[in-house]
T-cell receptor, first 116, second 112 residues
Framework: GAVVSQHPSRVICKSGTSVKIECRSLDFQATTMFWYRQFPKQSLMLMAT?????????EQGVEKDKFLINHASLTLSTLTVTSAHPEDSSFYIC????????????FGQGTRLTVV | QKEVEQNSGPLSVPEGAIASLNCTYS??????FFWYRQYSGKSPELIMFIYSNGDKEDGRFTAQLNKASQYVSLLIRDSQPSDSATYLC????????????FGAGTTVTVRA
């Protein structure tokens, strides 16, 4: 299966700082990537859809100015959590999917963000 | 109504038994259905996908899809302790959308 690499796997930051998470599609061109957040014992919640060369589409309730998404190339999307607060502590996961209906989504390894 | 619903569990089965997981979805236009396994602290990994009504078997796993009933299930035969994980049902939302909607997941524990 395709490989999606996410970095870093774990990060601890101070409240008020910003954190950037990278998601790379290693063996196919991902015109669309998805960013999810998962709190303990809860399911994946889609935050936004990242489209190469255009603005990301955010789900209802997700602050686009707080969670900045950049998809500058066909293999890289980044999520920046700005002015992080302890309530932003979560597991952030990216996924990439070929742009066709009957294809699976491949997930990155996830990033455990802890804001102290 | 949630787009994708699953029993949260936990589902406890003895080793060697069959684990049966159920998932219902609300959008009749959905065409692609996926089962992912997620170990604690890890990201999901794909187990099965199914697009057509009926059964699809892959090793110890069988996915069953009934679009008329808007129901998809996963059977795990000869359950092993290593199958203990949370199983997520994912559905392609609508007929022209590339987003996947996930259920809350069913936690499975296989007792040795």
């Amino acid at each position: 299966g395709a490989v999606v690499s996410q970095h870093p796997s774990r990060v601890i930051c101070k409240s008020g700082t910003s954190v950037k998470i990278e998601c790379r599609s290693l063996d196919f061109q991902a015109t669309t990537m998805f960013w999810y957040r998962q709190f303990p014992k809860q399911s994946l919640m889609l935050m936004a859809t990242s489209n190469e060369g255009s603005k990301a589409t955010y789900e209802q309730g997700v602050e686009k100015d707080k969670f900045l998404i950049n998809h500058a190339s066909l293999t890289l999307s980044t999520l920046t959590v700005t002015s992080a607060h302890p309530e932003d502590s979560s597991f952030y996961i990216c996924s990439a999917r070929r742009r066709a209906l009957n294809t699976e989504a491949f997930f990155g390894q996830g990033t455990r963000l802890t804001v102290v | 109504q949630k787009e994708v619903e699953q029993n949260s569990g936990p589902l406890s089965v003895p080793e060697g038994a069959i684990a049966s997981l159920n998932c219902t979805y609300s959008d009749r236009g959905s065409q692609s259905f996926f089962w992912y396994r997620q170990y604690s602290g890890k990201s999901p990994e794909l187990i099965m996908f199914i697009y057509s009504n009926g059964d699809k078997e892959d090793g110890r796993f069988t996915a069953q899809l009934n679009k008329a009933s808007q129901y998809v299930s996963l059977l795990i035969r000869d359950s092993q302790p290593s199958d203990s994980a949370t199983y997520l049902c994912a559905v392609n939302v609508g007929s022209n959308d590339y987003k996947l909607s996930f259920g809350a997941g069913t936690t499975v524990t296989v007792r040795a």
